[in-house]
């Protein structure tokens, strides 16, 4: 069962792109990025969108950039994850029309035309498919002001509503968002945040039988299917948390785990320990959601 997470977190701490002393007052800086949900759920079907906001202040334009893979920590484009390989034949399927920022929902906004950026990048580190091209996920201003721009003292809020939204023919795992703002002079400020992108796993056919002393837990995992040609795939060498809660307790203690085969099953056998609740639970990755089963009394 998927679980999209949708709690409001601020990912990071802004920064201007070189390091320099805490500007004066009104001079041009990013105090911080934020994307809500700041860790989305894809499933089989449907979209997730995301609202960034980018609080800064001595600035006449700001624009965001959405872009598969981690932050920079030399260079100027975010690339994939040191170490980890894409998974095959993932084919994506771009949707349609460029982003643009959503228009202001506070009092007395200041809200001129708006347009879009648009922009085409390969793929960054995706082997083959290299060549096949994905518009940059984007948000922008135009005429040095926004369409939603919130002030408070000397800082604004810069909100932007990208019109396309996240799915499973996004690459999953690591994302960077770059914001980047320009004042009347030319000079630019950048900051980066991070959100992880994760594809839905679930937990399913759970069963828990008693023997003895000790109780057998079974089940299959699956995966969004990272090919695409079905809804969900057997997730195999994946470790899955065994769980109990005792009657009248709102605790739940790993009391053991399994692997998952090659076709998503596991099965562990585990002390039992009086009567209550048992379920298995994922704990996900960077990739994958986590899950936890219906429980089963015993």
């Not at 872009?67 to 949707?95: F, M, N, Q, Y």
């Not at 920022?101 to 995706?126: D, K």
């Amino acid at each position: 069962m998927m679980r999209p997470l949708l709690a409001t977190l601020v990912l990071a701490t802004a920064t201007t792109a070189a390091a320099a002393p805490a500007p004066a007052s009104g001079d041009l800086a990013v105090r911080s990025v934020e994307v809500r949900p700041s860790d989305p759920v894809v499933g089989p079907s449907g979209s997730v969108r995301l609202v960034v906001d980018v609080v800064a202040r001595g600035a006449d334009r700001v624009s965001v950039v959405l872009e598969p893979g981690r932050a920079p920590s030399g260079g100027d484009e975010p690339g994939e994850e040191p170490g980890k390989e894409p998974e095959p034949g993932v084919t994506p399927s771009p949707p349609s029309g460029d982003a643009v920022p959503v228009p202001s929902a506070s009092p007395n906004p200041v809200v001129p035309p708006g347009a879009a950026l648009p922009a085409t990048v390969p793929l960054p580190g995706l082997g083959g498919l290299a060549s096949a091209a994905m518009p940059r996920v984007m948000g922008a201003s135009r005429n040095g002001r926004p369409v939603r721009r919130i002030s408070s003292g000397e800082w604004e809020t810069w909100r932007f509503l990208p019109d396309k939204p996240l799915s499973r023919w996004y690459p999953n795992g690591p994302w960077t968002v770059t914001a980047t703002a320009v004042n009347a002079q030319g000079e630019r400020a950048v900051a980066r945040a991070e959100f992880n992108l994760r594809r839905a796993t679930e937990i399913e056919g759970l069963k828990v039988v008693r023997d003895g002393d000790d109780v057998r837990v079974t089940g299959t995992l699956l995966r969004v299917d990272p090919v695409g040609k079905v809804d969900y795939r057997p997730f195999a060498g994946q470790r899955v948390r065994i769980q109990f809660r005792p009657a009248g307790s709102s605790h739940w203690k790993t009391v053991g785990e399994a692997v998952t085969r090659r076709d998503g099953w596991f099965s562990a056998r585990v002390r039992a320990d009086g009567e209550g609740a048992w379920r298995a639970e994922y704990p996900g990755t960077s990739r994958y959601a986590a899950d936890a089963s219906p429980r089963r009394e015993v």
